[in-house]
């Protein structure tokens, strides 16, 4: 893992699904379940995260990015902050902008200037949106359009100042129901005219405005309970996703994407997957 203030590209991501060129993770060396903050926590709280296990996920992962042709770099663990595996809600990527989330969760409060701090040393373009919770989990970006969940962990009014800051952009709000935790739970962009949906989520006007725009391959409940809609597009059609989700697999195929199966199911007890997991820098 490097971790040194080396130069990256300049930021650039306009699409969830362009080729993954950069991108950042953080290893699971202090993953816990300390304060239950969603409902797949509510399930695994007893058993807890094996930390070793995680560990050994993890690098499968990192190693199978890197096979496919994707820079990774690291943020450096810490131990006071149990969730930081999931580097995807601490900020996102618009345009050539990093923005900096502002974390809802008390546990994950901070992780924000651990990502600035390591902005900085790379020497990378961000912005805060301040004063307003918001998380990158709830933003999905595709071309022109940024949706946004408003969600527990995502305010109306952060939506508004974002707008502010990304004025070419149409930033189009997404009500989700209140159990579920981000927008890439229950939605997820996998080219310009395919997405993964778990409507049970989303009130009718949405996803009729979604099916307007495009082809929606459904997730049920089991495997969305499974993060099946959290799966990571790396470009040119190919994707990470569980093995154990074969129902969402299988219409992935069909659709004429290359799914990568990587077991990420000791992760997946604290509520993300392989998007939650990584923080896109560059894509093109």
């Known amino acids: 893992m490097s971790t040194d203030a080396q130069q990256l590209p300049a930021a650039h991501c306009r699409s969830e699904y362009d080729a993954l060129r950069h991108v950042l993770l953080c290893p699971p060396r202090f993953m ?91 020497r990378i373009q961000f912005q805060h949106v301040p004063g307003h919770r918001i998380e990158g989990g709830d933003v999905i970006v595709d071309r022109d359009t940024v949706y946004i969940g408003i969600s527990s962990r995502t305010s109306q009014e952060a939506i508004h100042e974002l707008q502010r800051h990304v004025p070419d952009y149409q930033v189009m709000p997404i009500h989700l129901k209140e159990k579920y935790l981000h927008l890439d739970c229950v939605f997820n962009v996998l080219s310009p005219t395919e997405a993964l949906i778990f409507p049970e989520a989303l009130e009718d006007e949405t996803i009729a405005m979604l099916e307007k725009r495009y082809t929606l391959i459904h997730v049920d409940a089991d495997e969305q309970f499974k993060l099946g809609t959290n799966v990571l597009s790396i470009g040119n059609r190919r994707l990470f996703s569980q093995p154990q989700n074969k129902k969402v697999n299988a219409q992935l195929r069909d659709h004429g994407f290359a799914v990568i199966e990587v077991d990420f199911s000791e992760i997946i007890k604290s509520g993300g997957a392989f998007r939650c997991c990584t923080m896109p820098v560059v894509r093109d």
């Open 32 to 122: 816990k379940i300390t304060d239950v903050i969603n409902d797949v926590q509510k399930r695994y709280k007893e058993e807890n995260i094996d930390v070793t296990e995680a560990l050994r996920q993890h690098t499968v992962f990192v190693d199978a990015l890197t096979a496919a042709g994707v820079n990774t770099t690291f943020l450096e663990a810490a131990e006071q902050y149990p969730e930081q595996v999931f580097t995807r809600d601490i900020g996102f990527t618009i345009g050539d902008t990093v923005f900096i989330s502002e974390m809802a969760e008390s546990v994950r409060q901070g992780e924000e200037k651990v990502l600035q701090n390591w902005l900085t040393d790379h």
